[in-house]
């Protein structure tokens, strides 16, 4: 006997599990499918995908312990509080953040129990198409569902000749659960992954090299907030080459040896405990069945989907890492509400243009909008306001004054096309740029805006008051 749903989700991360409520909420009969890689000891799946389990919720807890460790053993003593020198008990802090995964991973199973999602454990696949939407599998079961909504998300991209095996040499998974700190840790790639994980090691005392083969530094973010970050993550001890290219990499009894050539082509050879690979991610269409349906993927490997995210067959949609656009955990939830309304006959609503990205490193870096270089290309005209977080009282009494917030307006409109933000607090500060380019705001709009006091937002404040040339505290 199969079973039959209106709506059957394949994927249990923020995608998936978003779509799935979303459409419960809406009055469907919902299903969501998880092929169960971060199963429970009893084998029960783990919901959350790569974000809750071995992405976003891991990594931050990690990158707080070690803020902590690095503030209590070099920033407490200038304050007048001496605690001696810290100690890290690395287990005790893998079980803190073990901890964070089970609750909020149980919290979604929860969620779906509340939602009457009903949860299949096991695999997805497609069989074909059937007359009132589409006939699947899951593990051993037949399943049919009028629409389908695959949100299958990524795995980390593995680069020829350098064997992943999570102990050695790791991917995302591996670097979240190091059992000690690594004398010398290497890093291929300086990217999101390679910077919040590099700085996690670094603070609890690692001698950490990161390895990019770019020339340039953070190429998507606004470069005037690439420069300082260089500065500010170089000063802190992390050693950053760009442009390398990647030679042999070999592993042995003592760790690891990477050969590559540095930006001048010089020949040079790094050893080190452990290797993160962190060289981007590849969406996951693994086992999914999808040519033998016709299912279209593009020459990247995502879904093909339209800005509303249906694919080409009818009834099957795509949300998340597996289709277009950054790899997200709030872009896969906006993207999944928006699906489950649509075929709700809803109008699903994601504004791409209005997508905020944050490093978690410290200082944090946000962005939204367009970077200075973007406006450029593009004959923009605009007008910047730039102020340091140097010059704001309550920075000063946090002891967190590096960094800045700059605002893009355009010329002619003042119409908010940009905030970039490099300081403390960035990855909250940042919601009022979101806010501000969703509503088309224009940079007048957020100097009149009333900021409380002492707070980081006036920083915000006075770049929006320094578009006009007008910051009262600059
Ligand atoms: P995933 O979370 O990858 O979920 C897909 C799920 O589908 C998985 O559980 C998988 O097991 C399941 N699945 C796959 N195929 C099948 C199948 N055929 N049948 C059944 N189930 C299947 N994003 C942020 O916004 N902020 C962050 O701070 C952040 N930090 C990150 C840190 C790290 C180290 C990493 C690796 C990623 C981070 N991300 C972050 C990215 C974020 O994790 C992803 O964008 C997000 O998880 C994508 O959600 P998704 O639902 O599309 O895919
Ligand atoms: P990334 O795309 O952010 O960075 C990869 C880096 O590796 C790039 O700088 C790239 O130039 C470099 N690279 C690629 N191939 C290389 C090679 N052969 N040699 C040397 N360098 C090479 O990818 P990353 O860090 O793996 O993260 C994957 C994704 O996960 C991110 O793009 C992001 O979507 C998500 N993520 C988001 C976070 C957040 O929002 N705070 C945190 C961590 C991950």
């Keep these: 006997m199969s079973k039959q749903f209106d709506v059957l989700v394949i994927g249990g991360g923020p995608g998936g599990y978003a779509a799935a409520i979303r459409a419960a909420q809406l009055g469907f009969k919902v299903a ?8 429970d000891p009893k084998g029960e799946p783990r919901l959350g ?14 990158l707080h312990t070690s803020h902590l460790f690095e503030e209590a053993g070099h920033a407490f003593a200038e304050q007048g509080i001496s605690v001696g020198t810290p100690k890290i008990e690395v287990g005790k802090m893998l079980a803190r953040k073990n901890g964070i995964v089970d609750q909020l991973t149980g919290g979604i199973k929860g969620l779906f129990k509340k939602n ?17 939407g589409w006939e699947l599998k899951v593990g051993e079961e037949t399943v049919l569902a009028k629409q389908v909504i695959v949100s299958t998300g990524s795995k980390a991209r593995h680069l020829p000749g350098i064997p992943v095996d999570n102990k050695v040499i790791c991917d995302n998974v591996g670097a979240l659960d190091f059992d000690t700190v690594p004398k010398k840790l290497a890093v291929i790639g300086a990217g999101v992954i390679g910077l919040e994980l590099g700085s996690v090691w670094r603070r609890l005392g690692a001698e950490v090299t990161v390895l990019e083969g770019l020339p340039e530094f953070l190429a998507a973010a606004d470069q005037d907030v690439a420069k300082e970050a260089l500065k500010l993550l170089t000063k802190q001890g992390l050693k950053i080459s760009l442009g390398v290219k990647i030679g042999e990499v070999k592993t042995g009894k003592k760790g690891v040896s990477i050969a590559y050539t540095d930006k001048d082509g010089a020949a040079q050879k790094l050893d080190a405990d ?7 991610r590849v969406p996951n269409t693994d086992g999914l069945n999808a040519e033998a349906v016709g299912l279209k993927l593009n020459e990247r490997g995502q879904i093909e989907v339209d800005g509303h995210g249906r694919t080409n067959l009818p009834g099957v949609w795509a949300v998340g890492d597996v289709v277009r656009g950054p790899m997200l955990a709030h872009k896969a939830m906006e993207e999944a509400v928006a699906v489950a309304e649509t075929i709700a006959g809803q109008a699903g609503h994601i504004n791409f243009d209005a997508i905020p990205y944050v490093l978690y490193t410290s200082p944090e870096i946000a962005w939204v909008g367009k970077t200075e270089q973007e406006l450029k290309a593009a004959g923009v005209a605009y007008k910047a306001g730039k102020i340091p977080f140097a010059f704001n009282g309550r920075a000063m009494g946090m002891a967190a004054t590096d960094g ?29 740029g979101v806010v501000a380019i ?4 224009a940079s007048e709009d957020l100097a009149r805006i009333c900021h409380a006091h002492p707070t980081l937002s006036e920083v915000l404040h006075e770049a929006a008051l320094a578009v006009d040339k007008r910051p009262l505290h600059a």
């Design 438 to 441: 969703e509503f088309s705001a």
């Design 274 to 280: 452990r290797l993160i690979v962190s060289v981007g």
């Design 32 to 39: 969501c499918c998880e092929s169960n890689p971060y199963a």
């Design 116 to 132: 009457k999602v009903t949860l299949i454990n096991g695999h997805g696949s497609f069989v074909k198409q059937a007359p009132d």
């Design 49 to 62: 995908g790569t974000c809750l389990n071995v992405g976003c919720i891991p990594s931050k807890a990690l």
């Design 404 to 432: 800045f917030v700059k605002i893009l307006a355009d010329a002619a409109t003042d119409r908010v096309l940009g905030v970039h933000i490099i300081g403390a607090g960035a990855s909250d500060l940042i919601a009022e």
